[in-house]
Nanobody, 125 residues
Framework: QAQLVESGGGSVQAGESLRLSCAVS????????LGWFRQAPGKEREFVAALSYSDGSTYYADSVKGRFTISGDNAKNTLYLQMNLKPEDTAVYYCAADLAARRFPSRVPSEYGGWGQGTQVTVSS
């Protein structure tokens, strides 16, 4: 079963940056598209960004485009999310694998699996 583990969250001021990491098992990293999602209190889990395993292409939610960068390190089997933050980015962040693999990108949480416990990101103004 796929299992991904997030790390790197914290509390920062608006305009500062954080880099989240996601440890991924090798066969998952090389065989599935990967994505980042987030969930703020009282809100549904929402798509943030996705990385294609096949050609490295990326896709972002409009709310983070130009501020966030998704990337992967094949040697370390690690997914990253580099973020330049605003207060509205405050949420628990999750990485997951697109197990349904119907198309790229998928923005639907139910098509992903391997959810970890997430990492909290808090941005103050």
């Amino acid at each position: 079963q796929a299992q991904l583990v997030e790390s790197g969250g914290g509390s920062v001021q608006a305009g500062e940056s954080l880099r989240l990491s996601c440890a991924v098992s090798g066969h998952i990293f090389s065989g599935y598209h990967l994505g980042w999602f987030r969930q703020a209190p009282g809100k549904e889990r929402e798509f943030v960004a996705a990385l294609s395993y096949s050609d490295g292409s990326t896709y972002y939610a409009d709310s983070v485009k130009g501020r966030f960068t998704i990337s992967g390190d094949n040697a370390k089997n690690t997914l990253y999310l580099q973020m330049n933050l605003k207060p509205e980015d405050t949420a628990v962040y999750y990485c997951a694998a697109d197990l349904a693999a119907r198309r790229f990108p998928s923005r639907v949480p139910s098509e992903y699996g391997g959810w970890g416990q997430g990492t909290q990101v808090t941005v103050s103004s």
